[in-house]
């Protein structure tokens, strides 16, 4: 099965990061990355630019709202995605425990819908 | 041939079975439901077969392939053609005990995985491992049939859907994963012990339910201290069934129980299983809970009951976890094991904290070490702030007979 893990995380405290310890931050990350990849299970994956230059946008009665900023303000923002493979929830729950911001920030795991599948619950 | 125990005794194994081969709760469910129907048609003129579970098993996997090669030739899915394939190959015939047991432990596993709201755990162990009715579930934990559904079907989707395995956690995940079993374990026994209104039979099954998944829990996984401990602890709790409601229906307290109803044997397994976990190294709070049980239980009347012992676990349950309902019988061990007073000023220094405010159980135990002190109308009022915080009409009941007595003793004329 495919899983998307949304990677969560305080914009904030990343900012105050000293540059060794966001060079460490990435050398994990990278390291997973290459780690996975090397099993087939890495299908994609990024950082995201922070949410004070994200954009959202509605389309309400044939018509575009764009606004500035993310959908949600919360605590902690969306920073990235890894998009994996894993055979069940259990082997996605172990990669997401794995993901460096796991530790201070949250992984949301989603499995990615086939053929249409996903109803409203 | 009696369907209904029948039904009541094997639809648990059977289910896990089935669902391990067919890989989907809901056609499990369904086809057993079919082979049940085939079974009471059949056996009353056919006669029994010899192995009614292993006739049940492979009548249920029959009709699942004919189902899915039906709904093939609508909608050739792949997947199906390929599960259809799967389920052809499997052995025909009487698979071994350890097999059931085995698939009986996935299963376990599978409903009580942390990835489903804690509530929807325990209805899915109920409903596919111990095999409860739908309705007898939400009977039991007062949720109208619908939601209770809603709950159930909304736990299968989530498993299918979300891809959660079927399979017993390994061995780095057990610890962990089996921590959460044992909650579920704990929060059916608990409500069959515990809760306040329902259906009295259902409640009991409720308990024995739980004995019975802690027992195969037990089986299974023989190196694991904590589930012997919550076993040793549940038998030891159950073990005083008959005595803590009388005839009446009212409740009666463990000092005032009549110990010659409470069961021996159990109270004898359950104090070799707790002690026997502990020389294995649990130390948690299953443990911790069941030593104490274990001193009331073997107290051969009330006075003999170990309080010092009892108020040092207390302690230690404490450091572990904060909750109010330790803290107050903590405070009531202390009370036993060295003076009332200390007791009281224990329990007076809880009443000063706002989030134990609504805790009904505070005043009732203040009340109950005012009344010991002979300081009656203290007690009275006590008894008074308890019955307003009080919900449970049994223990209502009891606080009222309390004050009643108080007020008969204080009274002049009587």
């Known amino acids: ?121 | 041939m009696d369907f209904e125990k029948l039904h009541r005794e094997e639809s648990g194994r059977i289910l896990a079975t089935l669902i391990g081969l067919l890989g989907d709760f809901d056609l499990a469910e369904e086809m057993l439901q079919e082979a049940y129907a085939v079974a009471v048609q059949k056996w009353p003129s056919d006669g029994t077969p010899a192995n009614p579970r292993a006739w049940l098993i492979s009548t249920a996997r029959h009709k699942a392939i004919d189902r899915l090669r039906r709904d093939q030739r609508f909608e050739r899915k792949s997947e199906e053609i390929a599960k259809t394939a799967e389920i052809a190959a499997q052995p025909e015939g009487d698979r071994e005990e350890e097999m059931f047991a085995d698939d009986r432990l996935r299963l376990i596993f599978t409903c009580c995985h942390p990835a489903l709201p804690l509530e929807a755990r325990v209805a899915l162990t109920l409903r596919t491992v111990c095999g409860i009715t739908t309705e007898e579930i939400s009977r039991a934990f007062l949720v109208p049939l619908a939601t209770m559904a809603q709950r159930l079907v909304r736990a299968k989707g989530k498993i299918r859907e979300a891809g959660i395995p079927y399979r017993v956690p390994l061995p780095e995940e057990l610890r962990e994963r089996l921590d959460g079993v044992l909650l579920v374990v704990y929060l059916i026994f608990n409500e069959g012990y515990l809760a306040s209104s329902g259906d009295a039979l259902i409640r009991r099954e409720l308990c024995a339910e739980a004995i019975r998944l802690g027992r195969v829990l037990c089986g299974l996984l023989q190196k694991q201290a904590e589930a012997q401990a919550l076993l040793g602890l549940m038998l030891l709790q159950d073990s005083r069934r008959d005595a803590r409601v009388s005839a009446q229906g009212e409740l009666v307290l463990l000092e005032e129980q009549d110990r010659g109803l409470w069961h021996g044997e159990q109270i004898q397994e359950g104090t070799e299983l707790v002690k026997s976990a502990l020389r294995r190294g649990a130390a948690g709070a299953y443990a911790l809970q069941a030593s104490i049980a274990a001193l009331h239980a073997n107290a051969k009347t009330a006075k003999d009951t170990d309080w010092p012992q009892i108020a040092a676990l207390y302690d230690a349950l404490l450091r572990m976890r904060t909750s109010p309902v330790i803290e107050v019988n903590r405070a009531v061990a202390v009370a036993m094991a060295r003076s009332m007073e200390e007791g009281l000023a224990l329990l007076d220094e809880l009443e000063r904290r706002e989030e134990l405010k609504e805790f009904h159980l505070l005043p009732a135990a203040r009340a109950d070490l005012l009344r010991r002190l002979g300081r009656k109308g203290e007690a009275a009022d006590a008894y008074r702030q308890a019955l307003s915080l009080a919900t449970n009409d049994i223990e209502r009941r009891f606080l009222r007979r309390r004050l009643a007595d108080l007020e008969k003793l204080s009274d002049p004329r009587s």
């Open chain 1, 1 to 121: 099965m495919e899983y998307l893990l949304l990677i969560y995380h305080s914009e904030a405290n990343l900012g105050k990061m000293v540059p060794a310890d966001t060079a460490d931050l990435y050398r994990e990350y990278g390291l997973l990355r290459e780690e996975l990849a090397g099993k087939g299970k890495f299908l994609g994956g990024s950082q995201l630019m922070p949410t004070t230059v994200a954009t959202t946008v509605r389309v309400r009665d044939g018509k575009r709202v764009v606004t500035d900023g993310p959908f949600a303000e919360t605590k902690e923002q969306l920073g990235g995605y890894f998009l994996v493979n894993a055979n069940d929830l259990d082997e996605a729950i172990a990669i997401a425990a794995r993901i460096p911001s796991a530790r201070n920030g949250t992984i949301e795991v989603r499995p990615l819908a086939v053929r249409g599948q996903a109803k409203q619950a």
